[in-house]
């Protein structure tokens, strides 16, 4: 910490420095101030930071994450099989090859590819574990985020900072969600959801119901049948599935002719375009891509087999594609390990489920890989000025930062693509951002609409049962430029790293010192001096 900053934070706290609506900051630890704080330490945190320490090293900067270690998702996940459902080639950041001969890889691998980033651009100084952001006001006088955090210990600490960065996710680490099951209480059996597996769970030789049909489900299927006696996916209705190859022969010859970081951007691009091509032909001739997606299936499965389970009543990606690496799930019910069934529940029993067809489907343990819980900014109360901003009222600028809602950038990956496509992107461009704030002497930077007319649409235009369920409660998006948003990695690359800064939807502004208070605004300490 620099004798700067800490000049700052003792004018804060000695003074009783007040907000504009002239609340006191006081009752809480000393302030620390920051020029960029990023919230989470994930993937698209971890990325963050490491964009900061490439492009801003002149920034002083701090993740602060609410778990004791690195790795979000996929350190948050441990159920039996966790693996990307994307390829690591494009699920990877831009700036670090991923090595590993799996392309689609397994949750500890990725894990490890997390922490190895962290190192390499000495970025784990920086975190701060065990602090969960409760709140993060914005004063305009200032020109400066408070953020409140809550200690493992109960304590509250307050930081400051004059850019914040949300790494948060979309959903929520405290609870995933699960429907109200009938008779739940009476299953005699262990009743888990993936989002919190037990540790060491033994399922040897146990007759597992998992019930859904999304990514954790297809993964789950495969996994469980090394031990237990069998697994049955119970879904309510059919999803698209695709099989997709562990090894690219491709990877391994590019590796052995050219240097990782060539070889690493050549797969990258052409996955990125193979991806993107699958999309677009699925949203342009949905018919012609049912009937190759269901054949894919139907050639991975028994000629006796019942098709009736992988025909859903849907386009394809009008909800996510799941991906099966080598055909897993296929090879697991083909060799009658596992099985599913398309029905609904009518209510648990001391023994299993009751379907609303009669069916009854014995279980010792039921998994629920019913979805996850939607939220928006980690669950965090975001104010301007003492006013609570209200996502569902405000577009998204270029998928980054959102109308009238200064000096914040949401890092939201992809739907249709690998999510970090876009992370790093979106890092990128915040890092211009900083850049042109400091060039016009702007300490504050707010997106505002001046089109008239705009249509606002839905931030994610998916009908997945987890969207479907918060959409009157996240963003939304315009119908024109800067305020729509592009599932196009290309398209994207082409406005975040070329549009310019001068845009007139951004309004760049220098508050003056509060009168009241006589605060001025604290110069940026280097990023080498700091002690996080």
């Known amino acids: 910490m620099t004798a700067e900053n800490l000049f700052f934070i003792g004018f804060l706290t000695e003074s009783g420095v007040h907000n504009k609506n002239k609340t006191p900051v006081g009752g809480l630890m000393a302030t620390e101030y920051f020029d960029v704080l990023i919230i989470g330490a994930g993937l698209s945190g971890i990325g963050a930071a490491c964009h900061l320490k490439q492009d801003c090293p002149d920034k002083s900067f701090a993740i602060l994450e609410g778990r004791e270690a690195i790795g979000g998702t996929w350190d948050l996940f441990r159920y039996p099989g966790i693996r990307s459902d994307s390829d690591m080639f494009t699920l990877g950041y831009e700036f670090k090859p991923w090595t590993h001969p799996k392309g689609i890889a397994d949750g500890s691998d990725i894990r490890d590819y997390i922490n190895d980033a962290a190192d390499e651009h000495q970025v784990r100084p920086h975190i701060r574990f065990g602090h969960k952001i409760l709140s993060a006001d914005w004063n305009s006088d200032q020109a400066l985020w408070y953020l409140t955090a809550e200690l493992n210990d109960g304590q509250k600490k307050t930081f400051t900072c004059n850019y914040l960065i949300s790494c948060t996710g979309y959903y929520s680490y405290e609870e995933g969600f699960t429907p109200e099951f009938n008779g739940r209480e009476n299953f005699s059996g262990d009743i888990i959801h993936p989002q919190f597996w037990p540790q060491d769970y033994d399922y040897k030789d146990k007759n597992i119901v998992v019930i859904g049909s999304g990514a954790t489900a297809v993964t ?40 990782q970081t060539w070889a690493y951007r050549i797969i990258r691009g052409r996955n990125i375009s193979i991806t993107l091509a699958l999309y677009n032909f699925c949203k342009k001739f949905p018919h012609a891509a049912r009937r190759l997606l269901q054949w894919g299936v139907k050639n991975s499965l028994p ?9 859903p009543d849907y386009n394809p990606w009008d909800q996510r594609l799941c991906a099966v690496p080598e055909g897993d799930m296929f090879k697991a019910m083909s060799a009658g390990k596992a099985s599913v069934v398309t029905d609904h529940i009518d209510h648990f029993t001391a023994d299993g489920v009751q379907l609303k067809s009669g069916k009854i489907l014995p279980a010792d343990t039921i998994i629920t890989a019913t979805g996850l819980r939607v939220q928006m900014f980690g669950n965090i109360q975001v104010s301007v000025d003492g006013e609570n901003f209200i996502p569902n009222q405000s577009m998204s600028y270029r998928g980054v930062m959102f109308e009238n809602l200064p000096n914040l950038a949401m890092i939201f990956g992809y739907t249709n693509s690998s999510w970090t496509l876009k992370a790093d992107l979106i890092a990128r461009w915040v890092c211009r951002l900083l850049h042109a704030m400091d060039k016009k002497g702007a300490r504050q930077v707010t997106p505002r609409c001046h089109t008239q007319g705009m249509q606002r649409l839905p931030f994610i235009n998916m009908k997945s049962g987890y969207i479907a369920r918060v959409k009157d409660e996240i963003p939304q998006q315009g119908d024109q430029r800067p305020w729509k948003l592009y599932q196009n990695y290309f398209a994207d690359m082409v406005q975040l790293r070329l549009a310019s800064m001068d845009d007139p ?12 208070t006589n605060v001025s605004a604290p110069r940026p300490a280097p990023a080498e001096t700091q002690t996080p």
């Open 220 to 259: 789950l299927v495969p996994a469980l049948t090394d031990k237990a006696a069998h697994v049955t996916m119970l879904q309510r209705s059919p999803s698209y599935v695709i099989s997709v190859p562990q090894q690219d022969p491709m990877v391994a010859l590019l590796r052995k002719i050219l240097p």
């Open 505 to 516: 939807a951004l309004e760049y502004t220098s508050p003056q010192p509060d009168e009241q």
């Open 303 to 311: 000629d006796s087999f019942d098709m009736k389970h992988f025909y």
